[in-house]
């Protein structure tokens, strides 16, 4: 590839493209974060800049939740009478103070911004397919056509630290093929832990192959190393040579790492960038690594040390959700985190405390594939296409609706027990939570209909919030403190904020079913599993998700505040930005 052809992309009319399609989003999340206000002029909105000058006009549909359901060709700016071109960099420092960027925030956000349209760009120049078309697509089709990311985050895209070659070869959009790295770690340094039934050679050989095995033990002795002596890791490419061949050169000098070279079998990167699905071998495992490039919020590394309960953590919660009648009659199941490794680099430990990007360097997981799961006719797909729409503005979840010839709120009925009842029965029966979002469920359909969820991401993202819960030592990780007020936040924010609010707003622009009826339906379901576990009246009384209000928590302002470590996993509740209250749509229903 040419110098040129790696940014054959970035044409004028596409960036144009992107331009308006993110301000549209950034003028619907602020205004829904309450950062900006617009104000009514006529049938139009106006936002003006914090000199008073600039204005931002609009037309959009104010929907349930606060919801700005603005239209992007209507969006134009003005400064003293004159019309300028949108530009998603200058709208940032125009509403520096508003949105509270700091100036040592301010050109990182930029950054990703700037890559967040590089990224949309891409996806504008692939071939177009339509909503109805990916809802035919494979797994992975639908996995690799998703054109948005996260529904709130503005700076959704970031992935700093990728060269234009790299993002070519890594993004999820881009859909290439990657071939993992193996290192050898000496086990002086390194950690494996597994689920039970598992046991390191073999669970390795099934994953790798005799031949791989020893090609790669043949390195090791080749330079005199005995290979009992080490651990095998895979390795994003990115993170070897951006990272560890340089970061970790001393390992590398003493043979406490060594390179055995890459993989036999192909991957496909996942929404999450740094999760890899098997392509040659679709039920062989996933293998998540390490990634230390900065993305919406985080750098995206892994720890050594909370790898290590990972794999207890899963068969804990899949051993629960076995032994629950209501969960296991939803359907739903968990893809466990089977088995992990991590090394720990002693000197950086030493220099750093337990949050610091140098501590997660260097790690890897293991998780269970759901395609061996499947049934005849059944398919998949990750939960975030529902909220994709195509070119044409037509929506997957739309397109999935028409698929299943189903009336709307049936179909939506279907989806609901799959995905929203498991959700409430582990929160009111267990005190257990997940983060629930799009990229961490996967869809079991059949004939377009949502027949079961499928939970992923455990280990670093569930949570039970009793503080006299009794769990296993090695789970007790997972146990957090949360005050009284913000736990069903967890159900509000992550569920009906960040996710249903897009949804119901996507069927309503479409004509498909209106918010009302939407909104019915979840009340309906919500009722439905009430009704049938009254023995936990107490406990919806007490948390009540027919509230008339409950607390806007915002996810921008968090990035806004601190783009590298929003939030402590330790403290989940502790770096909450509450502002204000939305008007609860289950209310009175």
Not at 260 to 288: C, I, M, W
Not at 314 to 325: C, H, K, Q, T, V
Request: charged share 25%; hydrophobic share 45%; proline share 5%.
């Amino acid at each position: 590839m040419s110098l040129a052809d790696a940014v054959a992309h970035l044409s004028p009319e596409r960036w144009a493209a992107a331009e308006r399609l993110l301000i549209r989003k950034a003028l619907a999340e602020f205004a829904h974060e309450r950062l900006i206000t617009p104000e009514q002029e006529g049938e139009r909105y106006v936002v003006r800049g914090d000199d008073g000058l600039t204005a931002y006009r609009f037309s959009a549909v104010r929907r349930a939740l606060d919801h700005w359901q603005v239209d992007a060709d209507s969006i134009t700016r003005h400064c003293e009478g004159v019309e300028l071109p949108l530009s998603t960099l200058d709208f940032l420092v125009e509403f520096k103070e508003s949105l509270g960027l700091s100036d040592e925030i301010l050109p990182v956000y930029l950054e990703e911004i700037s890559s967040t349209l590089a990224g949309t760009c891409y996806k504008l120049a692939k071939p177009r397919i339509s909503s109805a078309e990916l809802a035919r697509g494979s797994f992975q089709d639908i996995e690799t056509g998703m054109t948005e990311g996260h529904p709130c985050f503005v700076a959704n895209n970031g992935r700093l630290g990728f060269g234009v070659h790299e993002y070519l070869s890594y993004a999820p959009e881009t859909a290439s093929p990657v071939r993992l790295v193996w290192l050898a770690a000496h086990r002086s340094r390194a950690a494996f832990t597994s689920g039970a039934g598992i046991e390191y050679e073999s669970f390795l050989r099934a994953e790798l192959g005799e031949e791989t095995i020893r090609r790669f033990h043949g390195v090791l002795t080749g330079q005199g190393l005995d290979p009992a002596d080490y651990l095998l890791i895979p390795v994003h490419p990115w993170q070897w040579w951006n990272k560890l061949s340089v970061t970790f050169a001393a390992e590398v000098a003493r043979r406490r790492l060594v390179c055995l070279g890459e993989g036999d079998d192909e991957y496909l990167a996942q929404q999450s960038v740094r999760t890899f699905f098997n392509a040659s071998r679709p039920e062989k495992h996933y293998v998540k690594t390490a990634l230390s490039v900065l993305n919406m919020g985080f750098m995206r590394g892994l720890s050594a040390a909370y790898m290590e309960a990972t794999p207890a953590i899963n068969d804990w919660l899949a051993g629960l959700i076995e032994n629950d009648p209501v969960l296991k009659a939803t359907g739903l199941s968990v893809i466990r985190e089977r088995a992990a490794v991590g090394y720990r680099h002693r000197e950086y430990e030493q220099a750093t405390d337990r949050s610091s990007p140098y501590r997660k360097m260097l790690a890897a997981l293991w998780r269970e594939s759901p395609v061996p799961t499947l049934h005849d006719g059944e398919t998949l797909a990750t939960m975030a296409s529902l909220l994709h729409v195509d070119h044409e503005g037509a929506s997957f979840a739309g397109a999935l609706i028409e698929r299943s010839a189903l009336p709307p709120t049936q179909w939506l009925r279907h989806y609901l027990r799959a995905y929203l009842t498991p959700i409430l029965h582990s929160f009111y029966a267990h005190d257990l939570v997940f983060m629930p979002h799009g990229e961490n469920v996967v869809l079991v359909l059949r004939d377009g209909v949502v027949r079961r969820a499928v939970f992923k991401d455990i280990a670093e993202e569930i949570a039970v919030m009793d503080p006299d819960a009794v769990l296993p030592p090695e789970v007790s990780r997972i146990r957090v403190r949360v005050p009284e007020d913000h736990k069903l936040l967890s159900v509000f924010t992550d569920v009906f904020d960040c996710f249903f609010r897009f949804l119901a707003a996507h069927l309503a622009a479409e004509g498909i079913l209106e918010e009302d009826a939407f909104w019915r339906t979840v009340a309906e379901v919500v009722r439905e599993y009430q009704e049938s576990v009254p023995e936990l009246a107490g406990r919806f009384r007490r948390y009540d998700l027919f509230a008339p209000e409950f607390a806007l928590s915002c996810l921008n302002r968090l990035q806004l505040r601190d783009n590298r470590q929003m939030v402590d996993l330790a403290d989940p509740s502790g770096a909450l930005q509450l502002v204000g209250t939305l008007r609860n749509p289950l209310a009175g229903r």
